[in-house]
């Protein structure tokens, strides 16, 4: 199956930095990638969906000015946590949609964990 | 719209027992439909999928799940379980490929020993 590479597994950052995760799609292109929040024993939230060459789409409630979205390749998004608090410590999730044989499944990178202090 | 239902947000079963994850659907067009199962601390691997075809698809490590649109339902099954199917299991909608996915609210099995 198609592979997706989360960036970094786990981050433990200061209050008030910013912290970027990566989002790859290793052996396919991906003109559209999914950001997912989850909360402990919880399930995944939608956050925004990404487009290579445009803006990101977010869903109601999502700030779009502290969860920075980036689509700049057909194989990279980025997700930046601007100006992080501890409120913003979760799971983020990235997957990406592939077409032929695997059509209409997601493809989910390994997560990554945010912890801030 | 489209949502997903997850009966029992936590099940357990006997080591060797039949496997009983519930899911039902609504959607206003011929659904896709998966499962998918996340280790801790991990993403989401794909358990299986219905998108056309035969309702009774089969996955990996023994499961299986039927589409039945009577009932706007896609249980996930595997007859016997074993200790390493101890895992949270989500199950999920989308209305065509590449679209949106709706997640349930994930069920946690526990196989007792």
């Known amino acids: 199956g198609a592979v997706v590479s989360q960036h970094p597994s786990w981050v433990i950052c200061k209050s008030g930095t910013s912290v970027k995760i990566e989002c790859r799609s290793l052996?396919?292109?991906?003109?559209?990638m999914f950001w997912y929040r989850q909360f402990p024993k919880q399930s995944l939230m939608l956050m925004a969906t990404s487009n290579e060459g445009s803006k990101a789409t977010y869903e109601q409630g999502v700030e779009k000015d502290k969860f920075l979205i980036n689509h700049a390749s057909l194989t990279l998004s980025t997700l930046t946590v601007t100006s992080a608090h501890p409120e913003d410590s979760s799971f983020y999730i990235c997957s990406a949609p592939t077409s032929g044989v695997n059509t209409g499944e997601l493809f989910f990178g390994e997560g990554s964990r945010l912890t801030v202090l | 719209a489209q949502s997903v239902t997850q009966l029992g947000s936590h099940v357990s079963v006997s080591e060797g027992a039949l496997v009983l994850l519930r899911c039902n659907y609504s959607?206003?067009?011929?659904?896709?439909l998966f499962w998918y199962v996340q280790y801790p601390n991990q993403g989401l691997q794909l358990l299986l999928k219905?998108?056309?075809?035969?309702?009774l698809v089969k996955g990996i490590n023994g499961f299986e799940a039927e589409f039945k649109k009577s009932e706007t339902s896609f249980h996930l099954t595997k007859p016997s379980a074993h200790m390493s199917d101890a895992d949270e299991y989500f199950c999920a909608v989308s209305e065509r490929a590449g679209n949106q996915f709706y997640f349930g609210t994930g069920t946690s099995l526990t196989v007792i020993p």
């Open positions: 219905y998108t056309t075809g035969a309702t």
């Open positions: 959607s206003s067009v011929p659904p896709y």
């Open positions: 052996d396919f292109q991906a003109t559209t």
